[in-house]
């Protein structure tokens, strides 16, 4: 799941990247072009409501695309978000 929210007093959004704590099992990265697509820079923590996430500032209206990497090179989608190719993509 992919939660946007504004930043008071800027013109930037708070992305919110969240997924089932277990599934799928291991450690699991945001990678795309707002980190240059290096594995292991935004890694989705742990949270006490049995998800885990990171959450990411970029600037308001612009366009990002995204995928999710898991253990052992796993790559894999966001399920509810917008397609641009083979990538997910934010629109923020």
């Known amino acids: 799941m992919i ?3 504004k930043v008071a007093k800027s013109d930037n959004v708070k992305v919110t990247f969240s997924l089932p704590a277990g599934e799928p099992p291991g450690t699991v990265s945001v990678v795309g072009d707002f980190n240059d697509w290096r594995p292991g820079t935004n890694v989705l923590a742990k949270r006490a409501n049995g998800t885990r996430s990171v959450a990411i500032t970029l600037p308001a209206g612009s366009k990002y695309r995204f995928r999710y990497l898991g ?5 894999f989608d966001d399920g ?3 397609r641009d190719g083979d990538a997910g993509l934010i629109i923020t």
């Not at 253990?71 to 790559?75: D, L, M």
């Open 3 to 5: 939660r946007l929210s």
């Open 71 to 75: 253990e052992n090179g796993h790559w």
């Open 80 to 82: 509810e978000a917008e």
